[in-house]
């Protein structure tokens, strides 16, 4: 439909119709279409403090909360008289984790984010409650990194490891760890310290790339800048 426009003449380029589909065009340039000037889409970039117990997915066969669900309502509250933009999370979260998610229109962005060149420079840190505590042995084999056991009957074990993987603070009966991936296996930390031996009583991301999740309240939302 786009060509077609070109071909009959109806698009400008810097003010001067163009009829080749093929005309160079660059970033800043005025385009317009029967004299209404074309603009870019508007780009969003929004961070989210994620709830316990809401699943990162647009729906929810068994009726579950989404993370769409609560971004619309949390929207609307921010700005009441603007439409809730098309936009999507970057990654996920399970159900059970809680903490900083992201969400955009910038499909660019996004890939960026979630298959860099250099996975060490898009890292992810996590605080994990575990019921008891482990030694630094056990902290050092998570930053070696060992196979862990598939989620599913007859698949492949997984070569799983952390970044960092240090003792936050501990209580008498559990600790909080403070623990660093540059992957992003499907629940890969509980999967490391259930194999260890570990309960996992809570976990939340705190940081993803320079994005951290500071002092926002479970469930609210804040524009951010992109990189």
């Given at each position: 439909?786009?060509?077609?426009?070109?071909?009959?003449?109806?698009v400008?380029l810097?003010?001067?119709?163009v009829?080749?589909?093929?005309?160079p065009?660059?970033e800043?340039?005025e385009?317009?279409?029967?004299?209404?000037p074309?603009?870019?889409?508007q780009?969003f970039?929004?961070a989210?403090n994620?709830?316990?117990?809401?699943?990162t997915t647009a729906?929810?066969?068994?009726?579950?909360?989404?993370?769409?669900d609560?971004?619309?309502?949390?929207?609307?509250?921010?700005?009441?008289d603007r439409?809730?933009?098309?936009i999507?999370?970057?990654g996920?979260?399970?159900a059970a984790?809680?903490?900083?998610?992201?969400?955009?229109?910038?499909t660019q962005?996004?890939?960026?984010l979630l298959n860099?060149?250099?996975?060490?420079?898009?890292i992810?840190i996590?605080?994990?409650?575990?019921?008891?505590?482990?030694s630094?042995?056990?902290?050092?084999?998570?930053?070696?990194?060992?196979?862990v056991?598939?989620?599913v009957?007859g698949e492949?074990e997984e070569?799983m490891?952390?970044?960092?993987?240090?003792?936050?603070?501990?209580?008498?009966k559990?600790?909080?760890?403070?623990i660093t991936?540059?992957e992003?296996?499907n629940?890969?930390i509980?999967?490391?310290l259930i194999?260890l031996?570990?309960?996992v009583m809570?976990?939340?991301?705190?940081?993803f790339?320079k994005?951290t999740l500071?002092n926002?309240?479970?469930?609210?939302?804040?524009?951010?800048?992109?990189?």
């Open positions: 439909m786009t060509i077609n426009l070109v071909r009959e003449g109806r400008s810097r003010g001067k119709i009829r080749d589909p093929e005309t065009a660059y800043n340039d385009i317009a279409v029967d004299g209404t074309v603009e870019a889409a780009k970039y929004f989210m994620k709830p316990r117990g809401i699943v729906s929810d066969e068994k009726g579950r909360k989404t993370v769409m609560l971004f619309r309502e949390q929207y609307t509250k921010m700005f009441p439409p809730i933009p098309h999507s999370p970057v996920r979260l399970d984790s809680e903490g900083l998610l992201l969400f955009t229109n910038d962005w996004a890939d960026t860099p060149r250099d996975p060490k420079a898009h992810k996590y605080r994990v409650q575990v019921a008891g505590k482990p630094d042995a056990e902290l050092k084999q998570m930053e070696k990194g060992f196979h056991p598939p989620r009957f492949s070569f490891h952390a970044e960092r993987a240090v003792l936050h603070s501990e209580g008498e559990n600790c909080w760890l403070e991936l540059s992003g296996k629940r890969e509980r999967r490391m194999h031996g570990y309960e809570r976990l939340v991301r705190i940081q790339d994005y500071g926002l309240k479970p469930g609210e939302i804040q524009k951010i800048q992109p990189n």
